[in-house]
């Protein structure tokens, strides 16, 4: 498994598969055993648009190959999912700003207090910048075959926040996470103008959801959960119009927004085992 990147989304690639413009809608990501894969496109976030640091991450399973019937279509190639922690010892309050690779910078900060005997609540936010800087593409000079280099400065620039929480008590957990991110389209993608500083992406993914595990005696467990996911992602995007007949027109400049609310509900069994007796297969002795 390893990272693709286009300089605006980052995409899992598995077995050297991962074809841009597909996003890694093969390869389903997971927080906390829920499906975070957007709804439009299932793109699967590993980026900043998924959350501006790890530092609320207690383990991170991977698990390779066909997942489909377990995990759903989005899980073709593999399963990511990563874990937050469920266990709060002490009250504490912790907070970090470090940099992120070349002109990045990044600031956390967490809460987590127990609550009562058995419960605990842990509040995580973060935040992100990345300067612009300078990109470079080669292409096809029009109506030729010479080759030229284009490159502009002052672009790719990304700002991202997140937010996490997650309480419980007794047999209810509550657990909600937002982010938001905004980054400058650096590559002249979606047939936006290369080097306009107008042009950028906007992914605001949020979800939320509570569970509730009661016994209902000994030896039937009765487990509830309800999950609310939403992805909206706006557009601005900056190029040139193409006529019917395939004439560049005018500037065209267009905004396009994109909202995919789900929820479910999700009532299980489980059939406790402990207490009987085993027999054995064969007579003893």
Request: charged fraction near 20%.
């Amino acid at each position: 498994m390893y990272n693709t990147y286009d300089r605006t989304y980052n995409a899992p690639g598995v077995r050297g598969y991962s074809p841009f413009g597909q996003y890694g809608n093969r390869v389903q990501v997971l927080l906390d055993g829920h499906r975070i894969n957007d709804d439009w496109l299932a793109s699967s976030f590993i980026g900043f648009d998924l959350m501006t640091s790890l530092h609320e991450v207690e383990k991170v399973e991977v698990i390779r190959g066909p997942g489909s019937a377990v995990y759903g279509s989005g899980a073709f190639f593999g399963v990511i999912n990563l874990v937050t922690p469920r266990r709060v010892d002490e009250f504490k309050v912790t907070a970090g700003l470090s940099m992120v690779g070349d002109g990045g910078l990044r600031t956390y900060g967490k809460l987590e207090s127990p609550l009562g005997r058995d419960g605990g609540i842990r509040i995580y936010a973060g935040g992100l910048y990345r300067q612009p800087g300078l990109y470079t593409k080669d292409t096809s000079a029009p109506d030729s075959n010479t080759q030229q280099t284009l490159s502009s400065n002052n672009l790719g620039e990304e700002f991202a926040g997140s937010f996490l929480l997650k309480a419980w008590l007794g047999d209810f957990t509550l657990k909600a996470g937002l982010n938001d991110r905004t980054q400058q389209i650096a590559t002249g993608a979606y047939e936006t103008i290369f080097g306009d500083q107008r042009t950028q992406v906007q992914d605001d993914p949020s979800r939320h959801d509570y569970n509730v595990d009661k016994m209902v005696d000994s030896f039937v467990q009765h487990a509830q959960s309800q999950a609310a996911h939403t992805y909206q992602e706006r557009l601005f995007l900056i190029g040139i119009g193409w006529a019917s007949n395939g004439v560049p027109g005018t500037l065209n400049i267009a905004s396009a927004r994109a909202f995919s609310p789900t929820a479910n509900l999700d009532v299980r069994f489980r059939y406790k085992t402990s207490g009987a007796k085993r027999r054995p297969l064969a007579p003893q002795g």
